[in-house]
């Protein structure tokens, strides 16, 4: 990978890191973060595991156009995460602009007979294709494809986020009040990526 493209790619990966109490807050600014980002024009595929259920019908009906350029893809495990990022690498249309994995530590579902280091490889395995996803889909829009990912604390001990992310792009769900804090990052990282500032 060339270095602009990967300066781009790193800018473009956000995580936020929190605690499981927190899940429900955070789905909620999530949610808020796709809708106010579909006003670019650009689609939002938002990964988790089970439907939003705190919506309220009014605000369904508000932003009834905006929905629809949200899709929702519900996965349970790392394979069938795998699996959805392989065949969105694939498509020409409904690209999206930006990409939400909720929740993926839990996506690694620990097996007894399975230890950290298995654990680590199989979400790194999936860090590594969610990059060359979010690059493949910038390539193909000719623009960048941003992408957004939260886990919990005790996922980063041991997994090497930093091969992914700028220490900048590290939020801690404490300090993410509303999606105004998220979007300001990303919309300063879009300007980084298109001035090229290192």
Not at 44 to 61: D, G, N, W, Y
Not at 127 to 137: E, G, K, Y
Not at 157 to 171: A, G
Request: aromatic fraction near 8%.
């Amino acid at each position: 990978m060339d270095l602009p493209m990967e300066h781009a790619l790193r800018r473009s990966m956000l995580l936020i890191r929190g605690q499981p109490d927190k899940a429900d807050h955070l789905q909620d600014i999530l949610f808020d973060t796709a809708i106010k980002y579909t006003h670019t024009g650009y689609r939002v595929l938002f990964f988790t595991r089970k439907p939003l259920e705190r919506v309220a019908a009014s605000i369904r009906e508000q932003f009834s156009d905006l929905f629809k350029m949200i899709t929702f893809i519900y996965v349970q495990t790392i394979d069938a995460t795998m699996k959805r990022l392989l065949d969105l690498q694939r498509w020409t249309n409904c690209i999206p602009g930006l990409i939400i994995v909720e929740s993926f530590d839990l996506l690694v579902t620990p097996s007894p007979n399975d230890g950290q280091s298995r654990q680590d490889f199989q979400r790194s395995l999936v860090l590594s294709l969610l990059a060359d996803t979010v690059r493949t889909i910038s390539v193909k829009q000719k623009g960048t494809c941003n992408c957004i990912v939260t886990l919990n604390y005790g996922s980063l001990e041991t997994l090497p986020v930093e091969l992914f992310y700028r220490e900048h792009n590290v939020l801690d769900v404490n300090h993410v009040h509303d999606s105004s804090d998220i979007l300001s990052v990303m919309m300063e990282n879009e300007h980084s990526i298109a001035n090229n500032i290192l």
